[in-house]
């Protein structure tokens, strides 16, 4: 069983910054992959969108986050990060960390709201 613990989130307006953090249980380079999900309102949770970085740091993105966001990880702390920048209204959300173990596991959600 793995852990996840999430911290971050809260509310900006368009073009601020925030920050998401994910603590892991367990060593996160014996982890596939680690990633960001996240469900927007009215829909459900979007498993064509995430935002990920491989056990061997391969990182990926959506198309929609390219430039803006940022996956991070800190190998001594088993932690990683999503450093968001230039938000945007549609970003607002609910993000889930997921360790792919397998299976997967997911955090507890941190709400994300972008809006002047």
């Known amino acids: 069983q793995v852990q996840l613990v999430e911290s971050g989130g809260g509310s900006v307006q368009p073009g601020g910054s925030l920050r998401l953090s994910c603590a892991v249980s367990?060593?996160?380079?014996?982890?596939?992959?680690m990633n960001w999900y996240r469900q927007t309102p009215g829909r459900g949770r979007e498993r064509d969108w995430f935002?990920?970085?491989?056990?061997?740091?391969?990182?990926m993105y959506d198309d929609s986050v390219k430039g803006r966001f940022t996956i991070s990880r800190d190998t001594a702390k088993d932690t990683i990060y999503l450093q968001m920048d230039n938000l945007k209204p549609e970003d607002t959300g609910v993000y889930y960390c997921?360790?792919?173990?397998?299976?997967?596991?997911w955090g507890q959600g941190l709400q994300v709201t972008v809006s002047s």
């Open positions: 935002v990920g970085i491989t056990a061997r740091g391969t990182r």
């Open positions: 997921n360790a792919n173990v397998p299976p997967s596991h």
């Open positions: 367990r060593n996160i380079l014996s982890i596939n992959d």
